[in-house]
């Protein structure tokens, strides 16, 4: 007969497995490692009802899985693991409200979770409202208003976008994490928008001195913003790296790129910049 503890040890083991496989590329092998783990850990959820323990971890197991499910394209499948796990942690939030991490950590990041699987979906209005549920539940972590940030900028539907929005939030994320460099990157890209191109500079300076990774985009970007600003020396200098991004990237073909690149020879090479494109 398997106690108790081995057969938690057996649900950890398998889930550890699946975490380890994931990090090897090994994608199809991990899902089914979590897939045993959560049958092994139902399994202890039903006999010791009790133990909170249990379903703290058939609700991190969902998590893992949504996340594997993510990667592999299964979007619908990932949907439902991730809201089978928001219905773990909402009961457990509800039953020990003074467990504070169970709210902050666990059930923010299930909604921050959800809402980006959302936003493959294109479905922004649901998205919305679980980034604004992450926010609810974990107010003083930097991934909600991080997440929120690249909602506002980057929303399929576009009529969800607002850069002001995006500002703020970015903002409030460095607040919270000065040292974290993808906040400042996107207070970059929403000072762009804004036509703050000192502001925009600055931010992205910034990200960049974090060990952000600058792309063609955020480069030409900077060409522009340099341009305004009528230091087409600078702004040369962004530009030339681009042109190498994308080249490197083979994205000779991005009509984007190509579409912002041509606005970013037109400003520099003309005596008075005109407005950016959004």
């Known amino acids: 007969v398997t106690t108790e503890l081995e057969t938690a040890k057996l649900g950890a083991a398998l889930r550890g497995l699946g975490s380890a496989l994931n990090t090897t590329g090994q994608t199809a092998e991990a899902e089914s490692a979590f897939r045993e783990s959560l049958k092994v850990t139902r399994q202890l959820v039903e006999e010791f009802q009790e133990k909170p323990v249990y379903r703290e971890m058939l609700g991190d197991l969902y998590r893992d899985l949504g996340h594997t499910l993510n990667i592999t394209g299964q979007t619908a499948e990932a949907e439902a693991a991730y809201r089978e796990g928001l219905k773990i942690w909402q009961q457990l939030v509800e039953e020990f409200p003074q467990k504070e991490h169970y709210r902050e950590i666990k059930l923010g990041d299930i909604y921050r979770q959800l809402g980006h699987t959302l936003t493959k979906k294109r479905d922004c209005a649901e998205a919305l409202a679980c980034f604004e549920n992450a926010l609810e539940a974990a107010p003083d972590n930097h991934w909600s208003h991080l ?52 502001g925009a500079i600055e931010s992205q300076k910034k990200a960049l001195e974090l060990g952000f990774s600058m792309d063609a985009q955020t480069c030409l970007e900077l060409a522009i913003s340099y341009a305004h600003l009528e230091d087409r020396q600078n702004g040369a200098e962004w530009y030339a790296k681009a042109v190498t991004l994308i080249e490197k990237k083979n994205k000779q073909d991005d009509q984007w790129l190509t579409n912002l690149r041509e606005q970013a020879e037109q400003l520099l090479e003309s005596p008075t910049p005109q407005t950016a494109r959004k």
Request: glycine share 4%; proline share 2%; no cysteine.
């Open 147 to 198: 997440v929120m940030a690249g909602f506002r900028l980057h929303a399929s539907d576009v009529s969800f976008r607002d850069s002001e929005q995006a500002a703020q939030s970015a903002i409030r994320a460095i607040e919270l994490n000065p040292r974290f460099s993808s906040s400042h990157h996107l207070l970059g890209k929403a000072r762009y928008r804004l036509n703050d191109w000192s």
